[in-house]
């Protein structure tokens, strides 16, 4: 099972369904309590950010969030002095362009 077939069956839950055959919970059902309910809501919306963040991180730069090595930012120092662009470096360094920024501030090649 994966995040979005859990999802879908706490969705269904949550509105009172049961998941593996369509059909609605009777009243007395635990699935129709109203604090079950609204904690299935919550549940679903947790899942959902957990969703969206997981899409958001596989778009990221292989490095993004990673801590930086003396190593990398003596590469990123003689990138910079050569003359390449913030773009440029981020995509040798897999970083984001605000990272490379930040670190370009942080090791005094640039003011804040």
Do not use: C
Request: hydrophobic share 40%.
């Amino acid at each position: 099972m994966n995040e979005i077939q859990a999802l879908q069956i706490v969705r269904a839950l949550a509105n009172g369904v049961d998941p593996s055959n369509g059909e609605v919970y009777p009243a007395d059902s635990p699935y129709q309590n109203p604090d079950t309910v609204r904690a299935l809501f919550i549940a679903t919306r947790a899942l959902e950010r957990a969703a969206e963040w997981e899409q958001r991180r596989r778009r990221l730069p292989a490095n993004a969030g990673n801590p930086w090595s003396e190593e990398e930012d003596a590469r990123l120092a003689t990138g910079f002095d050569a003359g390449k662009s913030a773009l440029e470096l981020g995509r040798e360094h897999q970083r984001t362009l605000a990272s490379i920024q930040a670190r370009l501030v942080k090791i005094g090649k640039l003011r804040a």
